[in-house]
């Protein structure tokens, strides 16, 4: 038979047979298609190779079923990129992938410019296409989404076409639902080494916490143990400061270098978003900064290359306590799930931190108490008292009424005088007669520490801060915590700790040397200096500032010289100090010897005075005390003075000889002396009080003063003669 009578014999039977054929092998194909492809992607890449040998087609997509927000989503394509890509979700109500979904039947379009209905379609119709077959993807009687076909050509497909594109569809579904339910068990596998993972971090988070010994080390282990887990680029904790309503930063770890975010920095609560988190008690996690971000710090992260981050409070005993914070140059890099972790991590860290707090703040208070106790005893055997201010002289007494008039204030006083005249005595008397009395006031003799030491002495030191800090030490102004501390010597501090106590006054904080953690202090200040400040200040050496900062009430001493009244029962004082001191018995003072004594001009004022007794009870023997050249200072003595003063200034009010040491008599109070020496000079003014005689004139006080002293000590004034 010939070439043409065999095409002629070729039936449509044979045609159909041919076709079944081709479609049989092409379902066989996908089959294997399906087995062998680990992916979705490959797997329509496959399924579309098959197909092309029994359908013309321009494009093919996979659309699934999103049951969340029931979408559909492009889940696999090929042939179209202008309306439609990967990942691309459609929306069921305009749809006829929704329509096939719903009613798990096929829909074909032989002209899409006549037959079009959804936007979906109209979409494919600006792509080029005018053929569409869409069918659905049902697996155990339950649609999971689509297969759609698109051609360039009108009449493409027909409904045979269809029915057999629903066939390979089926298959497809079948391996799209065990493909999903693999990946659902990779998840859960990977959920369950990832929960192991992050259970074994917080494990080791709490092993750390009993470790470490320091707040400092705590936190710096903590975020590398967190590095492992979760990714950041700065990592960070802060501290919330309720007195200055402030977070401060405690430790930075971080890969972003910063001229402003460091350790140590404090910041207002209302510039970052630490602030909201401490309100609300609940985590931030911002996926994009430069769009989520609206707090002041949030623009400085923005800048440095940090693009989301997540703060999570850091709660102990349902309070905050301050933040701990993530962040990376990495978009969307947090999610919840890292939010609640880190959550878990900030509540152990908060518990372990409050408990170093209270451990601190216990060991400080038994430091303090042991420094304090320790100074307590050195007061003592110091042996100063209030008493020891001795004298009756209108210099003093001046200098007295000053110092009860000054005392119940809390301003800075700065005493300035000869050195020996007693500064140290009228800071004490101060501090006695003032609201903070009931603990001691505490020394510092500015002069006497080395320059490299004045900064450690005044606001301590942290262990290791510098070479010989072997320990932790409580400065003077810790010390001295609501109380007083007398900074004697003031004008020997050098330079650099004059700027340092400079801003302890102004802002009441200090830091110790070595140390992040500022101290807040309530110190009153009592200044002390032989120096002329004023002079130094001109001259550069001493900051004017403090100066005025310290020189709110100043008070002049006077020196011996100017009350030479006093010279008498000063001597007796001493006098009887000494022979208890040193065993020896002293009934008087020669007159000759106390007429050198009083018109000596004491250069070293009543220190001095104090050792020419002392010597004298030494080396003397007999009952009266009487010195001779060698224990006298006169050779820069001023001729004697009158037998008059001399007489007058060594006799009580009751007219006794002021050599015969009256015990009673030396340790009068302040307001005995006051009192008696009013009652002196009333009497010498028959009781006229006003005028140009009258007492207020020779007591340089007005009368209203005077009448109201009077009132205080009870002094009934004495009738005119």
């Known amino acids: 038979m010939s070439i043409a009578g065999d095409l002629k014999n070729h039936t449509p ?28 992607d490959s797997l329509l890449t496959a399924v579309s190779k098959a197909l092309h040998r029994v359908l013309q087609f321009d494009a093919v997509a996979l659309i699934l079923h999103v049951a969340e ?83 360039k050509k009108i009449n493409q497909y027909s409904e045979d076409d269809a029915s057999f594109f629903q066939e390979v569809a089926a298959q497809i579904a079948l391996a799209v639902q065990n493909m999903k339910a693999y990946e659902k068990i990779a998840t859960l596998n990977a959920q369950v080494l990832h929960a192991a993972e992050r259970s074994r971090t917080l494990l ?45 930063f405690v430790s930075m770890d971080s890969e972003v270098k910063s ?34 971000g609206k707090y002041f710090n949030d623009r400085r992260l923005a800048t440095e290359g940090i693009r989301s981050d997540c703060v999570v409070p850091m709660l ?13 140059k990495v978009l969307n890099q947090y999610s919840e799930e890292d939010a609640e972790f880190l959550q878990e991590v900030a509540t152990q860290v908060a518990l372990a931190i409050e408990n170093m707090q209270v451990y601190e703040e216990i060991n400080e208070l038994k430091t303090r108490i042991e420094a304090e106790n320790v100074y307590l005893q050195e007061e003592i055997l110091r042996q100063h008292n209030f008493d020891e201010i001795v004298g009756n002289s209108l210099a003093l007494l001046e200098v007295l009424h000053n110092v009860e008039v000054i005392a119940p204030t809390d301003a800075s006083v700065l005493l300035h005088g000869e050195t020996g005249t007693g500064k ?51 400065g003077r102004f810790e010390l001295a915590d609501g109380s007083t501390l007398f900074l004697d010597e003031v004008g020997e501090l050098p330079a650099e700790a ?62 011996l010289r100017e009350r030479r009244a006093d010279i008498p029962e000063l001597v007796l004082f001493f006098l009887e100090r000494s022979c208890q001191r040193f065993g020896r018995k002293f009934l008087s003072v020669s007159q000759e010897t106390m007429n050198h004594l009083v018109a000596y001009d004491w250069p070293g004022n009543i220190r001095e005075l104090q050792n020419v007794i002392e010597r004298s009870v030494v080396l003397c023997r007999g009952s009266v005390l009487t010195m001779g050249r060698d224990l006298l200072p006169i050779h820069e003595a001023r001729a004697p003075a009158t037998q008059s003063t001399t007489t007058g ?63 205080k000590l009870k002094i009934q004034r004495p009738p005119a003669q």
Not at 259 to 288: H, I, N, P
């Open 424 to 474: 140290e005595l009228l800071a004490r008397a101060i501090h006695s007669r003032s609201r903070r009395s009931g603990r001691a006031m505490v020394t510092v003799n500015c002069g006497a520490i080395p320059a490299g030491l004045v900064e450690s002495e005044l606001f301590g030191h942290v262990k290791g801060s510098f070479t010989g800090a072997l320990q932790d030490a409580t």
């Open 316 to 328: 102990a005993r349902g309070k905050c306590i301050g933040t701990l914070n993530v962040g990376s």
């Open 259 to 292: 001229d402003y975010f460091r350790a140590g920095l404090e910041f207002d609560r209302k510039d970052s978003v630490a602030g909201w988190v401490y309100q609300t008690l609940r985590a931030a996690l911002r996926r994009d900064l430069e769009k989520e």
């Open 13 to 40: 039977l044979d045609e159909a047979l041919q076709k079944s054929e081709k479609r049989a092998r092409t379902l066989l194909e996908v089959n294997n298609a399906i087995i062998s492809s680990l992916t979705q």
């Open 649 to 711: 200034a060594t006799k009580d009010h009751l007219g006794e000889p002021a050599t015969r040491p009256d015990k009673a008599s030396v340790r009068r109070s302040l307001e005995d002396i006051e009192k008696e020496h009013i009652l002196r000079v009333l009497e010498s003014t028959d009781g006229i009080i006003d005028g140009p005689t009258g007492a207020a004139q020779i007591l340089a006080l007005h009368p209203s003063t005077l009448r109201a002293r009077m009132k």
């Open 498 to 559: 004059q700027v340092k106590l400079l801003r302890v006054l102004q802002e009441h904080e200090f830091q110790p040397v070595g140390s992040g953690r500022t101290k807040k202090v309530d110190v009153r200040i009592i200044a002390a200096t032989n120096r002329n400040l004023e002079e130094d200040v001109r001259a550069g050496r001493f900051r004017s500032d403090l100066f005025y900062r310290l020189n709110v009430l100043p008070l002049r001493v006077p020196a």
């Open 204 to 248: 080791e988070i709490n092993n750390t916490i009993i470790t470490s010994l320091s707040r400092d080390a705590l936190l710096q282990s903590i975020s590398k143990v967190l590095s492992g887990v979760i990714h950041f680029d700065r990592c960070a904790f802060t501290l919330y400061q309720p007195d200055k309503e402030t977070f401060r």
């Open 69 to 151: 927000r029931d979408t559909f989503r492009i889940l696999a394509l090929e042939g179209i990129v202008r309306h439609f890509h990967v990942g691309k979700e459609i929306g069921r109500a305009n749809s006829s992938v929704g329509w096939v979904f719903d009613h798990k039947h096929y829909i074909v379009r032989h002209d899409l410019e006549t037959e079009l209905q959804y936007e979906n379609e109209r979409r494919l119709l600006e792509e080029g296409m005018r053929s569409h077959c869409v069918v659905p993807m049902i697996a155990r009687g339950t649609s999971i989404g689509t297969l759609n076909l698109a051609s």
